[in-house]
């Protein structure tokens, strides 16, 4: 548990404490002052919520000091412990007294409840913050304890590097001498190396060069070639799209032939019926208006020949001449 848990956990119980202290005290006042009030002598009634008030107040100064102490770490003796336990039984004692003299069980029972709250909370409170301090302390000496230690292990640790230290500069001080003995041959045979090393950069430089000029001519013919072969599938795609173009031309010119000519046929068949000896279906009737107004009959003979009202043919042409309007 780190210092917040416990901070929080402090924090609780001081609230919870302090509820129960208030609650206590309100609830001991209204119960005592009516005591106070029938056992005072007539024009001094004004003075029973004194009582009331003075024990409670021992009682907060008990609490208080109860918590600052555990807090410390320290004991007051035996007279806090006697404070506590007389200022717990005055409070028990006064607010019982009434239901008691009126011998109201109950009502003991009732009024005996606070006190007794208020009286098991200050101990368990100073237990639990006794409890809560010899906690703190013991993890506090241990991790003074873990200090401690983690600091004589740094101690340990930097003369360690230190020692590492000096024998590593002595160590290098003998690499260095035989470094500066050795650089004099190797100055020698680095030159050579250089020599033969730029020899072969020159080579493979040239090399190089051959290799590339001979990659780009390479890449060149393929590029050509690659612009020759899509040109010429291009010219064939171009081909192929006219050839079909054409012949999605051909078929439809081919079908609205056939439809003109269908159509034509239906209506020289729906006028070569003459005139309708009863009347047609609606559907029928409307075919036979149409190929009437394609041919340019006059609404008569259209309604002749369907045996339909004129009226209905005459507003039957006038929407085909609506239709016509709207598409041209």
Same mark, same amino acid.
């Given at each position: 548990?780190?210092?917040?848990?416990?901070?929080?956990?402090?924090?609780?119980?001081?609230?919870?404490?302090?509820?129960?202290?208030?609650?206590?005290?309100?609830?001991?006042?209204?119960?005592?002052?009516?005591?106070?009030?029938?056992?005072?002598?007539?024009?001094?009634?004004?003075?029973?919520?004194?009582?009331?008030?003075?024990?409670?107040?021992?009682?907060?100064?008990?609490?208080?000091?109860?918590?600052?102490?555990?807090?410390?770490?320290?004991?007051?003796?035996?007279?806090?412990?006697?404070?506590?336990?007389?200022?717990?039984?005055?409070?028990?004692?006064?607010?019982?007294?009434?239901?008691?003299?009126?011998?109201?069980?109950?009502?003991?029972?009732?009024?005996?409840?606070?006190?007794?709250?208020?009286?098991?909370?200050?101990?368990?409170?100073?237990?639990?913050?006794?409890?809560?301090?010899?906690?703190?302390?013991?993890?506090?000496?241990?991790?003074?304890?873990? +200090?401690?230690? *983690?600091? @004589? $292990?740094?101690?340990?640790?930097? #003369?360690?590097? %230190?020692? /590492?230290? &000096?024998? =590593? !500069?002595?160590?290098?001080?003998?690499?260095?001498?035989?470094?500066?003995?050795?650089?004099?041959?190797?100055?020698?045979?680095?030159?050579?190396?250089?020599?033969?090393?730029? +020899?072969?950069? *020159?080579? @493979? $430089?040239?090399?190089?060069?051959? #290799?590339?000029? %001979?990659? /780009?001519? &390479?890449? =060149? !013919?393929?590029?050509?070639?690659?612009?020759?072969?899509?040109?010429?599938?291009?010219?064939?795609?171009?081909?192929?799209?006219?050839?079909?173009?054409?012949?999605?031309?051909? +078929?439809?010119? *081919?079908?609205? $032939?056939?439809?003109?000519?269908? #159509?034509?046929? %239906?209506?020289?068949?729906?006028?070569?019926?003459?005139?309708?000896?009863?009347?047609?279906?609606?559907?029928?009737?409307?075919?036979?208006?149409?190929?009437?107004?394609?041919?340019?009959?006059?609404?008569?003979?259209?309604?002749?020949?369907?045996?339909?009202?004129?009226?209905?043919?005459? #507003?039957?042409?006038?929407?085909?001449?609506?239709?016509?309007?709207?598409?041209?």
């Amino acid at each position: 548990m780190n210092d917040v848990q416990i901070r929080s956990a402090e924090r609780a119980l001081s609230v919870g404490t302090w509820l129960i202290v208030g609650g206590a005290m309100l609830f001991s006042i209204l119960t005592v002052t009516p005591l106070m009030e029938r056992h005072t002598p007539q024009g001094w009634t004004w003075t029973a919520p004194i009582l009331p008030l003075v024990v409670d107040a021992a009682v907060v100064i008990v609490v208080r000091l109860d918590a600052v102490l555990a807090r410390l770490g320290g004991h007051g003796g035996r007279w806090p412990i006697a404070l506590r336990w007389m200022t717990g039984a005055m409070t028990l004692a006064l607010n019982v007294a009434d239901s008691a003299l009126r011998k109201e069980l109950v009502g003991v029972a009732v009024h005996a409840v606070a006190p007794l709250l208020l009286i098991v909370t200050a101990e368990t409170g100073l237990a639990y913050r006794q409890a809560i301090t010899t906690a703190q302390q013991a993890r506090e000496a241990r991790l003074n304890a873990e +200090r401690a230690e *983690r600091e @004589r $292990a740094a101690e340990e640790r930097r #003369a360690a590097q %230190e020692r /590492r230290a &000096r024998e =590593e !500069r002595e160590h290098q001080a003998v690499l260095a001498r035989e470094q500066r003995e050795h650089e004099a041959l190797l100055a020698r045979e680095q030159t050579a190396r250089e020599e033969a090393a730029r +020899r072969e950069e *020159r080579e @493979r $430089a040239e090399a190089r060069e051959r #290799a590339e000029r %001979e990659a /780009r001519e &390479r890449r =060149e !013919r393929e590029r050509e070639q690659q612009q020759m072969e899509r040109e010429r599938l291009e010219r064939e795609a171009a081909q192929r799209r006219a050839a079909e173009r054409r012949e999605r031309e051909q +078929r439809a010119r *081919r079908e609205e $032939a056939e439809r003109q000519e269908r #159509a034509t046929r %239906e209506r020289a068949a729906l006028l070569a019926a003459g005139p309708a000896t009863e009347k047609q279906l609606e559907e029928q009737a409307r075919a036979t208006v149409r190929a009437a107004f394609e041919a340019e009959l006059s609404v008569r003979a259209a309604a002749e020949l369907t045996g339909w009202s004129i009226g209905w043919v005459s #507003a039957r042409y006038q929407e085909l001449r609506d239709r016509s309007a709207v598409s041209v």
